[in-house]
């Protein structure tokens, strides 16, 4: 059943009467996604393209329509207060898509949201697909092929790239999770890793990691005891000069912390196949699984 | 959003934090009246730019290019003078202020090309007993903001991490609580300070703490914290970095930016909401995505090459984005090829296309361009670019795409 997510998931969506809230939900539900319900308050009562009810609270979607995800479109100013919502709410898994929501925020609403039992993905991020069954964020769902290899990576193009490899070499995605380039993000690498490890219908994964903090670090030392699957690495952004934020907020190299070579290493010990190339993960894999 | 010292103890004194009184100044007249309102018989003349290391830079034309070297080396004790003065007289402060204002400061910080003095603090001077070091941040293992101290101050904190880190004293905060008086108390007790002493850091360091949460900061590094001859605290410097995504509830903040310390080309990219870093290599790179973007100034270099920049144009890349980018891109004297990487899911590859050519035919091409696409539309994106006449060579992946740029600019 992969990770997260599959043909069950009800989704609503948090934001859903917002340009890129409404564009990305007509995308889902053309990929077949359960969106049950959308939140705009104020706008409670009406409904999205005449299909999906739209409610002023989280609280009435739920009870209403029984979603058991969110995913989150609201812009950065409000966009902890909605997380913090769904939480109260109930939703076990929350999936922030905004871009820019400020730290001092996040960290409040993520205080919130311990012991809650709560799953939350990003923010910041493209969102998480089981191919053919749920698509929540942003990602283009034709590119992804049902199949047995989990992608786990911070960005959204990049997960694309490697999906985009796999797919070009025959091999299908369980689960595709890109959780998001912010310096506080709800999944770490080691919490996908460790989903993946455990879901029977993931035989391998990739996993991309990018510059800054040590995240990826952690994810292979946690590996290197316990992961029982092969996991193909490729860090990003091996060239970028010290001090200099590339991109996603998290992407710094600071005080000699968070350098791809340190990953890179730290990925090696623990026994995954690296590559140094981008274009090399998906052939990597084949190789892996001897399918080359 | 970087800020200059003098604008950081501006914002430290709102929040209720006592500083050495000092003032800024642009030029020799400007600091030597501060100094003379401050009174007093020693005053410190501090350049003002966004790097540290300042103490021990050295200025351009000052000394030989040997011993600029050896700053970005690390190396102690140099010849010439530093870009932090201690003076004596009102005349020192002058002599000091003429021989700073507009010169290029080099610090093993600002890399070799330095930073143009614009500006300078001129602060009184106090009697240092002992120097500290503390920092507040976000540590992102725990999602908790970190308040770090050491009694190794004026050094950098980075050799400390390496060399000793149980030297390095550490205070998770509880966002609910703030800062606890205990926490303080426990970090002054950990530093060895008795007496007074300690009051005055607890007060001193929960104002800084409240002070980063006021102005949703993302660094607030006092480096050196220091303890004066009749034992109270003193923050002598504040380096402050502000969370850009916040920055739109501080617009006082927002007037402290120094455009003048930053890149122009990175400015005006900020302009078209692309996110654009000048590096020194010689392939010009526009790419969707922070990831990919990364990844694909990595594969140059694995081809043997290296990125001019680091441009992602975003999710959302309209024509207008994509011809802002080129512009940026071909303005850089140093590229001598471009590579565009799109992988079009919700951005259609032959808008893409349309928006390449569009920015192409209003700004020229004069080096080998080479476009790879993927997804959404991929087929009519690439039909489009090869039946346009101009001199696009296409790639299939990404391995194809930086093989080609790279024998391309190698000729």
């Known amino acids: ?292 | 959003m970087k800020l200059h010292e003098y604008q950081g103890k501006e914002l430290l004194r709102k929040h209720g934090v006592t500083t050495l009184a000092g003032g800024a100044a642009r030029s020799a007249d400007e600091a030597v009246a501060v100094a003379e309102s401050l009174g007093g018989s020693v005053w410190v003349v501090k350049s003002q730019i966004h790097a540290g290391g300042r103490g021990k830079g050295r200025f351009k034309g000052d000394v030989a290019d040997a011993v600029l070297a050896q700053v970005l080396e690390g190396v102690d004790d140099l010849p010439g003078k530093g870009g932090v003065r201690v003076c004596m007289s009102l005349d020192a402060v002058r002599a000091g202020a003429q021989a700073m204002l507009g010169q290029t400061l080099v610090t093993k910080q600002t890399g070799a090309e330095g930073s143009l003095v614009q500006t300078l603090f001129v602060e009184a001077g106090c009697q240092i007993a002992k120097e500290y070091y503390l920092a507040i941040l976000l540590d992102r293992a725990t999602s908790r903001v970190l308040v770090m101290a050491s009694a190794e101050g004026g050094t950098e904190i980075e050799e400390v991490a390496e060399k000793h880190p149980e030297r390095i004293l550490k205070e998770w905060v509880d966002p609910v609580v703030g800062l606890g008086a205990w926490q303080a108390r426990r970090l002054a007790f950990g530093l060895g300070m008795t007496g007074k002493t300690v009051n005055s850091f607890v007060k001193l360091v929960t104002g800084l703490y409240r002070t980063y949460d006021g102005i949703d900061a993302s660094m607030l590094e006092i480096n050196p914290l220091v303890v004066t001859a009749s034992g109270d605290t003193i923050p002598l410097d504040a380096k402050v970095t502000i969370d850009d995504n916040a920055l739109f509830r501080h617009p006082d903040i927002v007037q402290m930016r120094d455009l003048a310390e930053e890149d122009p080309a990175e400015i005006e990219a900020g302009k078209y909401d692309l996110s654009y870093v000048k590096l020194d290599g010689t392939i010009g790179c526009l790419v969707n995505g922070a990831g990919l973007a990364m990844a694909t100034m990595d594969i140059i270099k694995f081809y043997g090459q290296e990125p001019a920049n680091f441009l992602d144009v975003g999710g959302g890349a309209t024509k207008e984005k994509v011809t802002a980018a080129f512009k940026i891109i071909t303005r850089d004297p140093a590229v001598k090829g471009i590579l565009v990487n799109i992988f079009g899911g919700i951005m259609k590859c032959d808008v893409i296309a349309e928006g390449v050519l569009a920015a192409v035919r209003e700004v020229g091409l004069s080096v080998p361009l080479v476009v790879r696409l993927e997804g959404t539309n991929v087929e009519l994106g690439k039909k489009i670019l090869a039946e346009s006449g101009l001199a696009v060579i296409p790639a299939d992946t990404m391995a194809d795409a930086a093989e080609k740029i790279v024998a391309a600019v190698k000729g």
């Open chain 1, 1 to 292: 059943m992969a990770i997260l997510v599959d043909s069950n998931t009800r989704v609503v969506c948090q934001g859903i009467t917002g340009s890129a809230g409404a564009f990305h939900c007509a995308q889902m539900l053309a990929y077949g996604t359960k969106l049950v319900a959308g939140v705009t308050p104020g706008k409670g009562g009406t409904s999205f393209n005449d299909s999906v009810p739209i409610y002023d609270t989280v609280a009435d979607a739920v009870k209403q329509t029984g979603a058991n995800a969110s995913v989150i479109f609201v812009p950065p100013p409000f966009a902890a207060d909605a997380i913090m919502e769904a939480a109260d709410a109930g939703v076990k898994l929350i999936v922030p898509i905004t871009e820019g929501i400020p730290v001092r925020d996040m960290v409040i609403a993520w205080r919130y949201l311990q012991g809650k039992g709560v799953r939350m993905i990003g923010p910041n991020c493209p969102g998480i697909i089981t191919p053919g069954q749920c698509k929540i964020g942003i990602m283009p769902g034709h590119i992804h092929t049902p199949g047995r290899i989990g992608v786990l990576s911070r960005s959204g193009t990049l997960t694309y790239e490697a999906v985009g490899q796999l797919s070009r070499v025959g091999l299908g995605q369980s689960t595709a999770i890109g959780i998001g380039g912010d310096p506080i993000i709800g999944t770490k690498h080691i919490d996908a890793l460790q989903l993946f490890n455990d879901d029977p219908d993931t035989d391998a994964v990739i996993m991309i990691g990018e510059i800054g903090g040590s995240a990826e670090e952690e994810a292979a030392a946690w590996a290197k005891v316990h992961m029982k699957k092969p996991v193909v690495g490729f860090i990003a952004g091996a060239t970028a000069p010290p001090g200099r934020r590339m991109g996603h907020a998290g992407a710094i190299i600071s005080g000699g912390q968070g350098t791809a070579e340190a990953k890179y290493q730290a990925m090696e010990d623990a026994g995954f196949h690296i590559v140094r190339s981008p274009a090399e993960m998906g052939r990597m894999m084949a190789q892996v699984l001897g399918r080359l």
